[in-house]
């Protein structure tokens, strides 16, 4: 299908990107400690980026036969006569490439898990200290296959395993954690399930919380869904699209930190030998010693900022891989008086160009005093501004965690993190 595909689009477009994207996936969701489904799919597709004098099109094909193959020839073809030319696509990568393999990315032993023990283990240790936990498990093994009109043609197998679970005492007393790996060896389902059932039990009986500003410990699952905006804001699309609060920040300081994007990341979430393009992974310093050193590209739009890409291909615009965040080591405990926040939802920005938003803490809140987690607290929002919190990073913990949650749109890679004078008010809902 892959060749057919090929040949097809050989002789009607310029340029053109295939990936084909197989996977076995299951799933298990448990409510109150018990499974109440699970469920297993096989997935195919293809996604097809074409361009034709600068005329852009992408689309999926779910259906492989040579009938739904041919329909969907004719259908880019028809699309590209009446598409606008796009005054930003300066072309895509040319190949071949050498790779490198990067370690960790899959594991044929998840073929053969029991996800129901997994899944028992967790619930079990999460009742070690909590009366309820519920949450999801997945697992997934699949194949990658990228081939291009410029001589690429990769392929890569991938697996993965994520597990999220909410352990309760009372409906104010809870905890939340995830697991997330690419092989099996550094998955620990029951370390995380008895962390959310120790926040559940430490939340019984929370007060009424404070506002104003406050120093902050946020545990990597929250800054995952504050920080890790930094990848979508350090893509070039986003930039110019006018949707980055990092947009006009160049080589200026933006704090005590480093960011770092790294594709060969060890069993990384979002790590692989290539990108969208077929273009060899990289390690990218975006933000080195608080100086914004450079956003992530794609081959065109290196091409239009006279730059090289940082490997960060997506079909459409530049995405992040693993990104990196840390800075200077120490106690983020070690403070007077402060706030622990452990998990966040409902992260949403008033306007991503200047970093304004807002966040619900939740699923253990603590006040710190003198280094001490003294009492379970509730009913409090961060609003605040990003760029701001980051020139208040002050100190990370030394054990770094690798975070995927629905919070997140990248994988994120950091510790429990220090922040100073954060603003602190109370939830309109």
Known sequence: MMDHLKKGLSKKVDDFILIKQ????SQIKFVNNKIVKTGTESDSSISIFAVKDNKIVST???????KSADLILNNISNFL???KQSENYFGIAEGPFKYKKVEGL???KIKDIDEVDITEKGINAALENAKKASGTFQSSVGKTRIITSKGIDVEEDHSSLYFSLKALVSKEASGHRTASARTLSKFNVEKESRIAGEFAKLSCGPKQGPKGKFDIILSP???ASILGNLGDASSMFSVEAGLSFLAGKLNKNLGNFNLTDDGTLKGGMGSSSFDAEGVPT???EVIKDGILKTYLHNTSTAKKHNTKTTANAGLVAPDSSNIILEGKTGNPFDIKKGI???NTWYTRFQNYATGDFSTIPRDGIFLVENGEITKPIKNIRISD?????LKNIDVFAKEKEYITSWEADSPYVSSNVLIRNVNVTKPTI
Request: no cysteine; charged share 30%.
């Open 282 to 284: 990289q390690k990218t």
């Open 221 to 223: 699952l929250s800054a």
């Open 60 to 66: 999926d094909l779910k259906e492989f036969n040579k």
């Open 340 to 342: 622990y926040i452990t």
């Open 106 to 108: 899959f594991d044929k």
């Open 81 to 83: 006569k009446v598409t």
């Open 22 to 25: 197989e996977a076995d996936m």
């Open 385 to 389: 501004n990003i760029l701001n919190m």
